[in-house]
């Protein structure tokens, strides 16, 4: 990976992180580790409905402030 693209990739991440609440980070970062809505709704000791909307309130969140407009590159 280039040296600007990682400094792109840090300084988005580092915007996701001030962007997303608490409850909704801990969800997506279980998710995006590759567990199931089921296994995060047990270590957290939530519902699987809950589940669903920290992943949905996390999406439009990060939706309204333009992530997700822009093309993936790979």
């Given at each position: 990976m280039h040296p600007?693209?990682?400094l792109v990739a840090l300084?988005?991440?580092?915007?996701?992180?001030?962007i997303l609440r608490p409850p909704e980070l801990a969800?997506?970062?279980?998710?995006?580790?590759?567990?199931?809505?089921?296994?995060?709704?047990?270590?957290?000791g939530i519902t699987e409905r809950a589940v669903y909307?920290?992943?949905?309130?996390a999406r439009d969140r990060l939706r309204a402030q333009g992530f997700g407009d822009k093309p993936c590159r790979g």
């Open positions: 600007l693209d990682r300084e988005s991440y580092q915007e996701i992180l001030a969800v997506v970062a279980l998710r995006l580790d590759g567990l199931l809505y089921t296994e995060i709704a047990l270590l957290l909307y920290r992943l949905q309130g």
